[in-house]
């Protein structure tokens, strides 16, 4: 598997996992281990945004492409 896509799976499963952590804590809690959690998953959530980001340009910049052939025979 390329760089690229293991990135982008890394990066998604960042995201939910911090999607999970974050909407899992109702708003408003004083509990300080409730808070830390709720704030740990709003990071984890977009640093898995940019996990992901930085896996797709892996992918596009390591994308194979075809040589251009030119005819020039006139």
């Known amino acids: 598997m390329r ?3 293991v990135f982008m799976v890394i990066g998604i499963s960042m ?3 911090g999607l999970v ?6 708003i408003g809690q004083k509990e300080q281990f409730l808070r830390i959690i709720k704030n740990t998953g ?3 959530g977009l640093s898995g ?3 992901t980001l ?3 340009l892996l992918h596009l910049i390591n994308k194979n492409e075809t040589p251009i ?4 025979d006139a």
């Open 42 to 44: 709003t990071f984890i």
């Open 49 to 51: 945004m940019g996990v």
């Open 54 to 56: 930085a896996g797709i």
């Open 15 to 17: 995201f939910i996992s």
């Open 69 to 72: 052939k030119e005819n020039f």
């Open 3 to 5: 760089m690229g896509a």
């Open 21 to 26: 952590m974050f909407y899992s804590i109702e």
